[in-house]
C-alpha cells in the first residue's frame, strides 16, 4: 500500500493512539505541523479509501484506527528504497550511509552486534 509523506504523519499518530477522533489527530499535530483542519481530514479520508484506517461512528462523530500495520508499512518502505537505490541489496546502503556520513560508536557497535546475531542464526 502506497502512502505519501503526509498520509504517514497522520498514521503516525494513529499508530501511537487509537482510535481516535478527527479533532483529536488535528490537536496532535496542531505543534509539530501547520497544517488546517481540513488538510488533516482529507488525509483521513485519503487513508480511509486506501483501506489503510477504519472509521467507526461513535454519535455525530467518527474514530479513525489503523488497519495497516506500522511494521508492515516499514517493510514494504524499507524494500522499496533498498530496490530503487541499492539494487536491493543492504551491503552497498550501509557503505553509502559510512561514507556519507559518519557512522558513530553506537551505531558501528549495534551494527556488529546485529551481524554476529545473523551468523549465529546461521549455525
Not at 11 to 25: K, Q, Y
Not at 30 to 35: I, L, N, P, T
Amino acid at each position: 500500500m502506497q502512502i505519501s509523506e503526509a498520509e504517514s504523519v497522520v498514521m503516525d499518530v494513529l499508530w501511537r493512539r487509537h482510535p481516535l477522533g478527527a479533532e483529536d489527530v488535528v490537536a496532535e499535530l496542531a505543534d509539530s505541523r501547520h497544517w488546517q483542519e481540513a488538510t488533516i481530514k482529507t488525509l483521513l479520508n485519503r487513508l480511509l479509501n486506501k483501506g489503510a484506517i477504519a472509521a467507526e461512528r461513535d454519535g455525530r462523530r467518527y474514530l479513525y484506527s489503523p488497519l495497516l500495520k506500522r511494521e508492515a508499512w516499514v517493510l514494504e518502505e524499507s524494500r522499496g528504497l533498498l530496490d530503487r537505490l541499492f539494487d536491493g541489496r543492504v551491503a552497498p546502503l550501509v557503505a553509502h550511509f559510512s561514507e556519507q556520513r559518519k557512522l558513530s560508536r553506537k551505531d558501528i557497535a549495534e551494527l556488529r552486534k546485529l551481524l554476529e546475531e545473523l551468523d549465529d542464526g546461521d549455525r
